[in-house]
């Protein structure tokens, strides 16, 4: 049977419009870093999230931007930790969250969550190379994951923005490097020889979840930005600072 155009448009006025209270709730993706993770057995209101996860909710943008002020280039941050041992070698971060949630009119649930944690080792003496591991675990969620990693090599410069050591000048720094990597990767670099100046590892981890989503990080980019502690180089006796810039 064949319809003509004013029957179908009586048919769909006789259709009742659903109230905005009768419509499913609208659910929301959302994947990012925070220092803390999401419990497995609750919803957590949203109003718990970090600041910029709400507002990368309310704007319900598939491609978030959040304009991250440090002076270190490229907005790496110290994510809290502190050092390790005598104090002169190895500095630690704090653990950090990747999180993959599914967020709904009462709250947000973590569907994948991988803790990660930054390390960065000084070897020391009159050596002028440092190694920086990356720590990625399973929290909860599925097991499976995919991460992988970006460093670039960091000038402190007083009284002016930091910059890298590849554009600061040519004294024996290793340049940016990249690639897969798995919980315990260890990247063996030299940062340069110039003394009397410091130095700092800026490392990017980016976290591939279960369903192929990637978290943000609090600017808005993929990947979570850690900035090393700062190594004071010296001819002979190069170590982690006593403080640090934070970026």
Known sequence: ???GISSVLAVASMT??????DRAPREHKVSYFSDFPLPVDREVPT????????????SASASPSTQLRTSTPLGYKLRRGGLRGDGKYIYQSADIYAIDASCGQGGCKPKQQVKLRFRENVQGRNSKRWKLTMYTQPYSGPRTFKTSYHYECGVNLSKERDRTCSSWRDDGADRSAGGGGKNGLVVDKNFGRTPNVKKFPMFMIDVKFADGSRSRGDDGQLGQKFRGWDVCVKAKTTSL??????G
Do not use: G, N, Y
């Open 47 to 58: 109003s718990e999230l970090p600041a910029h996860v709400q507002k990368w909710l309310r």
């Open 16 to 21: 009742p419009a659903l109230a905005d209270a």
């Open 1 to 3: 049977m064949i319809f």
């Open 241 to 246: 600072c006593k403080t640090t810039a934070k």
